[in-house]
């Protein structure tokens, strides 16, 4: 399924969310099960699959490492479920080093370190973001594997933050 066809948006990267969800709302008011309440047993069951998709198609599109996965897929390139890790040796030092941080963080209580933290992966974040959508428009397959290693960043990075959340979580309770 090609969740930008289905809302009828360009297969980009940079996606207008006020669009998207104009278009998620006009979908769902088209498809939804309740229009046919009247319906056939087929026409009622075709109407909630469809409404599955709509819904799933915009949460992909609108949380943008799911977006990433998808115009990947879209170019035959699924890391969705994969245990493929990144190649790159001076990220996977960094990654060993803001391992190292959290473990301080969480042993030390600091706060301020915590908060530091998380705009150096605020500002990592940022900086492979903004590379993706050159990556992701590229048809040259040596392009489109270094936007699945920036992507796959992405997940760790989103883990990473995950983890830093929940420390300080713990710190003001």
Known sequence: ???FELFDLPATFDVDVAELSTRYREL???????????????QK?????????INDGFQT????????????????VDIKNETQ??????????????REALEDISHSRDADA??????TFKQYRASITEQLPHL????????IENAADHV?????????QDELVRIQDALFE
């Open 152 to 160: 796959r960043k992405l997940k760790f990075m989103a883990k990473l």
């Open 28 to 42: 769902q008011k088209a498809t939804h099960p309740d229009r046919f309440a009247n319906a056939s047993e087929q």
């Open 61 to 76: 599109l609108k949380e943008p490492i799911r977006r990433a996965e998808h115009l990947l897929e879209l170019k035959g």
């Open 85 to 98: 890790t990144v190649k790159d040796t001076s990220f996977l030092m960094q990654q060993m080093e803001w």
């Open 1 to 3: 399924m090609n969740y």
């Open 45 to 53: 069951m075709l109407a909630v699959s469809r409404t599955a998709q």
């Open 136 to 143: 992701l428009a590229s048809d040259d397959a040596s392009v």
């Open 114 to 119: 915590a908060d530091e933290l998380e705009q």
